[in-house]
């Protein structure tokens, strides 16, 4: 049966993360042909109509049940695999959309991996792919590991533009890339909120040195000192233990410990579009936060203090009009976003993100419709990268043909209960390794 007459869309999404689990799921909803999505009411909605199995892979950044059930998106079915299970599922189940939610190196496994299963296969998924936010390095490499998909979203008008320049820099085919916007950007505009909340967005891996997060931890519990009548809320991604989609050595909840805080402080979790709705003012060094935040037209601030540097990412709002220090925020600065900025990042707080995911659903309307899709064909392959590729398709357990290696880790049948504890077990001795042994080994290197 033709996919445009089923009455339901079946749609796959292998993330690796909470952050992509999110965008994943929430971009299926998005991009959905419209016979089969209704009005989303709210960015955690995903469609009745739409059939949705979510898959994880299996890895450093797996999240936990805390994880997903903070970010709020229920799926039909929902499973842990490795690289290697999920490709046996694929070649064997129908689905109309596949949605990539990896790092770029996951994905392209993932479409040379899909190449292999789907040979001689006369139907096969729309492959789509993109990034989970704010892209401010390694846009080639990410861009080319990305490429084979039949859609590669690009989160705003600018990300486009660069994004079929680098394809067609290189000589690869640019027509998969489609502007769409940040699948997660909604809830209600600002309105002015007693007491005044300020809302610091945390970021895992930015800035990294224990000096540097120690700063801001400090500037921010200053300003919480300075204006006893303001909220001050510490907005943090994961608990300790727990990682996101980058590694977190120095969690600032351990840095907190060590402070006397003052009585108008507070650590909060939770849904971003949540707190923001109390917010007065969202300050960050680089987080997608920001865009999330000008959305809504909350007051928005990116800090210049430790620099405007790309190892930072707060370079990417350069013309924003939302750079700004703490010196500056304490005295009652608060930035004007440039509105030309804003309508090039994707962001838009007039009312015209409803369309933002029309052509998206167009182009996936029209494959659907095609009925037998031409096979997945990425720009690297044994002949472009033949030093690169290999590498990058090892760390998948596959082979330089797309195929399992010998030996792949798969469990052909749901993990027991003593395999599921040894695998938590091995999670829990990498992230004390990454968030407290590495740090001392690396002091130590320093003396």
């Known amino acids: 049966m033709p996919a ?5 869309l079946r749609v796959a999404v292998l993330a690796d993360s909470d952050t992509r689990w999110k965008w994943g799921a929430l971009t299926a909803s998005r991009i959905s042909p419209t016979e089969f999505t209704k009005p989303i009411e709210s960015p955690e909605t995903v469609d009745s109509d739409i059939r949705l199995d979510g898959f994880l892979l299996r890895g450093r950044a797996t999240p936990t049940a805390r994880q997903l059930a903070e ?11 490795t690289a290697v299970e999920f490709l046996r599922e694929m070649a064997k189940e129908t689905y109309d959309v596949l949605v990539l939610a990896l790092v770029g190196g996951g994905v392209q496994a993932m479409l040379h991996g899909l190449a292999h299963a789907w040979q001689g296969r006369t139907r096969r998924p729309v492959v789509v792919t993109g990034y989970v936010g704010v892209v401010y390095e390694k846009l080639a490499d990410g861009l080319l590991l990305r490429h084979g998909a039949d859609l590669v979203l690009a989160n705003s008008r600018q990300d486009a533009e660069r994004f079929r320049a680098v394809y067609e820099g290189v000589g690869a085919d640019a027509s ?7 699948p997660f950007l909604g809830g209600a505009p600002y309105e002015k909120k007693d007491p005044y909340t300020v809302v610091f967005a945390a970021q895992p891996s930015v800035p990294e ?3 540097d997060r120690t700063y801001l931890l400090d500037r921010l519990i200053q300003h919480a000192r300075l204006r006893p009548e303001r909220e001050v809320l510490l907005k943090l991604r994961s608990k ?3 990682h996101t989609t980058h590694i977190e050595e120095l969690p600032y909840q351990k840095l907190a410990q060590r402070q006397d805080l003052p009585a108008n402080f507070r650590l909060v979790y939770g849904n971003m579009g949540e707190v923001l709705d109390d917010a007065d003012l969202l300050v960050t060094v680089s987080s997608t936060a920001a865009l999330e935040s000008l959305h809504r037209r909350v007051p928005t601030v990116v800090l210049t203090d430790l620099g405007v540097r790309e190892a930072l990412g707060n370079h990417h709002f350069v013309g924003s009009g939302c750079l700004t220090s703490w010196d500056q925020l304490d005295a009652g600065h608060v930035p004007t976003p440039d509105a030309e900025w804003v309508a090039r990042q994707g962001v838009a707080p007039d009312g015209s993100y409803a369309t933002a995911f029309d052509e998206a659903r167009r182009r996936i309307t029209e494959l659907l419709a095609a009925g037998e899709l031409p096979p997945l064909s990425p720009y690297y392959n ?3 990268a033949p030093g690169y590729l290999p590498g990058v398709l090892a760390r998948h ?10 030996g792949a880790p798969a469990a052909d049948k749901a993990a027991g209960p003593v395999r599921q504890i040894v695998r938590r077990a091995a999670r829990g001795a990498y992230r004390h390794g990454v968030q407290r042994v590495a740090p001392v080994i690396r002091r130590m290197g320093e003396l």
């Open 240 to 242: 300790p233990g727990e």
């Open 4 to 8: 445009s007459t089923a009455k339901s």
């Open 176 to 182: 998969s890339v489609t502007e769409v916007a940040l």
């Open 382 to 384: 044994p002949v472009t």
């Open 71 to 81: 970010v709020g998106i229920r799926a039909d079915s929902l499973r842990e695999v």
């Open 209 to 211: 040195s224990r000096k």
């Open 397 to 406: 357990h596959l082979a330089p043909d797309g195929s399992p290696l010998p």
